[in-house]
């Protein structure tokens, strides 16, 4: 099971950071990712993150302004958000991949519920 937290409403140029909280399976040896929707569009990725922490990606729209990172000793992994803009406006959606890193979503094998995050300009 996979909860996230930590969404809301942010002025653009703001900061959020997003949590996820893992139960029920073995969260240390899984990849761990955030995807976006934005209304009337695809699900996106956005950051992904290997079992050790050592690997982190990005998609180029967040390069240099979100940063994920991980606590396998509480199973969490979080989603710093700095400088938000509009079109960051999105629900934000934690997974896990059991296997290797992946920008497809339909690689993934345990998705949260998702938390709204919305930037007003």
């Known amino acids: 099971q996979l909860v996230e937290s930590g969404g809301g409403l942010v002025q653009a140029g703001g900061s959020l950071r997003l949590s996820c909280a893992a139960s029920?399976?073995?969260?240390?040896?899984?990849?761990m990712g955030w995807f976006r929707q934005a209304p009337g569009k695809e699900r996106e990725f956005v950051s992904a993150?290997?079992?050790?922490?050592?690997?982190?990606y990005y998609s180029d729209s967040v390069k240099g302004r979100f940063t994920i990172s991980r606590d396998n000793a509480k199973n969490m992994v979080y989603l710093q958000m700095n400088s938000l803009k509009p079109e960051d406006t999105a629900v934000y959606y934690c997974?896990?991949?059991?296997?290797?890193?992946?920008?497809?979503?339909?690689?993934?094998?345990?998705w949260g519920q998702g938390t709204q995050v919305t930037v007003s300009s």
């Open positions: 997974a896990a991949d059991r296997l290797e890193v992946s920008f497809n979503g339909y690689d993934y094998d345990y």
């Open positions: 029920g399976y073995a969260f240390s040896s899984y990849v």
């Open positions: 993150i290997r079992w050790s922490g050592a690997g982190t």
